[in-house]
């Protein structure tokens, strides 16, 4: 099993990533590690996903298309967990368009993927 995880270096992803690699599943972690929060904890976070010889990351950020695709092709993972998202309520009034990016566009690249490459 091949799990893709988005977001992986923020608290959920972290932890989730930290659970399936202990259970001895590939992770594949993805995340942008933008500014919101502060990128030396998620820097911290995954030199402690590090450590797994089952971790592999990439800093990608799921708007860029073609890294995505480039990514899905290279790893094929078997599952997605998709945790990539811009925090913070606050924020969503102030720059409405970095949520639709990263929550809406962002997903859509995942999706898309999916349906051209994976569909029966």
């Known amino acids: 099993m091949k799990i893709l995880t988005t977001g ?7 932890h989730l990533s930290t659970l399936l690699l202990e259970n001895s599943i590939q992770v594949i972690g993805l995340d942008n590690l933008n500014d919101y929060y502060d990128p030396e904890l998620k820097k911290a976070r995954l030199e402690i996903l590090n450590k797994y010889d089952n971790f592999t990351f990439h ?6 298309k073609p890294a995505v695709d480039n990514i899905f092709e290279a790893y ?3 599952h997605v967990i998709n945790l990539a998202a811009q925090a913070g309520v606050r924020y969503s009034i102030e720059n409405p368009y970095a949520y639709v990016d990263s929550n809406l566009t962002g997903f859509m690249n995942i999706l898309d993927f999916f349906y ?4 029966v």
């Open 116 to 119: 051209r490459n994976m569909m």
């Open 59 to 64: 800093k990608v950020d799921l708007k860029a």
């Open 8 to 14: 992986a270096a923020g608290f959920i992803g972290f």
């Open 76 to 78: 094929k993972p078997t």
